[in-house]
């Protein structure tokens, strides 16, 4: 049986949000994805042990003690690593893929097509993060420039401010008082 997901969500969403990036690269952690494969940490590290030729390091990869912190301190999920003395593996997308052909259950067989669009979702979502960040790249060019063309501006108007003003007599007719008139 799959997990159910959120309403209004699917299991991808709810997969997606266990998926992190370590290394530069997309993982998820060996207990969320026995627990999504319906299996213990240990049977699915088992497994792994048994079939260890199918995973390469592009497909699974031990965290160091500084990142198993560093995970444990940023995901409430994973407070219970805390205490164990190991530190988890993690699988990149083709590494999920082959613990669900090791596994080989029929749970683990469907979850799987789930983990996989969780982690095309996420590659989707960093293509459009990209387009986003290009653009704002673009705009804050844009904004210096501006800054910039400001800047002349302030600086010309300073410097005319500054001007010290020319004497000048005065426009029009200006009456001078006559002795008598006094």
């Known amino acids: 049986m799959v997990p159910k997901s959120a309403p209004g969500s ?7 949000h266990q998926i992190l990036t370590l290394r530069g690269k997309a ?9 999504l494969y319906g299996t213990s940490t240990k049977a699915l590290n088992q497994a ?7 995973f390469p ?40 893929l082959m613990v669900a052909a090791v596994l080989n259950t029929p749970r683990a067989v469907e979850v799987s097509v789930w983990v996989v669009r969780a982690f095309v979702r996420l590659r989707e979502q960093a293509v459009q ?23 002349s501006l302030l600086t010309a108007l ?11 007599r005065p426009i029009g007719f200006i009456p001078q008082a006559i002795d008598g008139d006094e």
């Open 27 to 35: 993982v998820i952690i060996d207990s969320d994805l026995a627990s």
């Open 48 to 54: 792994v042990r048994r079939n260890i030729g199918r």
């Open 10 to 16: 699917s299991m991808s969403d709810s997969i997606t």
């Open 129 to 151: 993060f990209q387009t986003w960040i290009n653009e704002l790249n673009a705009l804050q060019h844009q904004v210096r420039d501006h800054d910039a063309a400001i800047r």
């Open 57 to 96: 390091g592009d497909f699974m990869f031990r965290l160091t003690p500084n990142e198993k912190h560093e995970v444990v301190t940023s995901c409430d999920h994973l407070a219970a690593l805390k205490y164990s003395p190991h530190c988890p593996c993690v699988f990149t997308e083709h590494g999920a």
């Open 158 to 168: 300073e410097q005319l401010l500054a001007a010290s003003p020319r004497k000048s």
